[in-house]
Each structure stands twice: as structure tokens, then as C-alpha cells.
């Protein structure tokens, strides 16, 4: 099956879901282009395996990516790059965020 651009195309589970809920500042600051680069970063790193991201007009926004296991979602985790981008969302770009790390079990589409 052909899934939407919007969606990951996720292999067989069991897999690892990293579910990113965040309360975006206002104003850009740099984010748009640094949220580019951390897509296009993060889809080089082992074990990736796609990421489903949406934002409201208020800011809130949820972004799921999906990992083959834990080692590949800690190597992402300590990324240079991305150890910079989290610095500055804490400094500048979220009023507050949570993370959380599930494994997927089961996955059903249509």
C-alpha cells in the first residue's frame, strides 16, 4: 500500500515511536530553517525510519518519529547538531515540550 507523503511508511513491527509534543514561542527566530535541517538530518541517521509532524495556528505542534530500536533513537539524541537545535528550543523556541518513547507493538492501516 501507498501511504500519503504525510504519513511514514513504517516497516513490521515492533519498532520505536519518539513523540515530540511542544508549545512553540511566537515569532520565528530561526526555527523554520532549523526544523528543515533537523528533518533532513535525522532521516541520515541509522535506524531512522520516517516521522509524521503537525503544528496548530496557536503553536502547539506534535511531531512522531519513528526508530528501528533505542540505540539508533540515543545516537540521534547525542548528535552534535541536534544537541544544538535542543539547546536553542529550550533558550528561545518552546514555552515547554514533553518527549516520550514508545515501542510500537502493533500497526494498523487503511
Known amino acids: 500500500m501507498t501511504l500519503p507523503a504525510l504519513l511514514a511508511n513504517t516497516p513490521e513491527p515492533p519498532y520505536y ?5 511542544s508549545q512553540r514561542t511566537a515569532g ?3 526555527y523554520g530553517a532549523m526544523a528543515n535541517l533537523m528533518v533532513d ?3 541520515t541517521m541509522p535506524g531512522y525510519l520516517g516521522a509524521e509532524s503537525v ?3 496557536n503553536g502547539l505542534g506534535i511531531t512522531v518519529s519513528y526508530w528501528k530500536d533505542e540505540a539508533s533513537i540515543r545516537h540521534w539524541k547525542q548528535n552534535q547538531e541536534h544537541l544544538q537545535a ?3 528550543g ?3 523556541w ?3 515540550f514533553s518527549v516520550r518513547v514508545a515501542k510500537v507493538e502493533r500497526a494498523y492501516t487503511m
Open 55 to 57: 503544528r496548530d495556528a
Open 94 to 96: 518552546y514555552e515547554c
Open 41 to 43: 538530518l535525522s532521516s
Open 17 to 21: 515511536a519518539v513523540i515530540f509534543t
Open 86 to 88: 535542543q539547546a536553542k
Open 28 to 30: 520565528d527566530q530561526g
Open 90 to 92: 529550550r533558550s528561545t
